[in-house]
Nanobody
């Protein structure tokens, strides 16, 4: 069973930058898309950014122009470059991969365990 391992979280000052990484533990077959969600206490989980296997990206309005998602197609490691961070960006960031099971033709998600990002002075 492939799982995702996130890294790069930590404490950053407002206006600072941080890059999150999401590395699969093995090969992923049938990858459809990868992305990042975040969970903030008291709020619903929010889709932050996603990237399809073809490279199309999508962002939450709150991070457009500040965050950039990318993926290394050689090993399917995903990255989330976060710039000009704000205290409102504080949260637990989860990586996910949406995969198509070739035998059943059904899609399913693989999740990481999350990495905490805290933006504070």
């Amino acid at each position: 069973q492939v799982h995702l391992v996130e890294s790069g979280g930590g404490l950053v000052h407002p206006g600072g930058s941080r890059r999150l990484s999401c590395a699969p533990s093995g090969s992923i077959f049938g990858l459809v898309a990868m992305g990042w969600d975040r969970r903030v206490p008291g709020k619903e989980r929010e889709l932050v950014a996603s990237i399809t296997d073809g490279g199309r990206t999508d962002y939450a309005d709150s991070v457009k122009g500040r965050f950039a998602i990318s993926r290394d197609p050689t090993d399917n490691t995903a990255y989330l470059q976060m710039n000009n961070l704000e205290p409102e960006d504080t949260g637990l960031y989860f990586c996910w991969a949406n995969v198509l099971d070739m035998s059943t033709k059904r899609k399913f998600n693989i999740w990481g365990e999350g990495t905490q990002v805290t933006v504070s002075s």
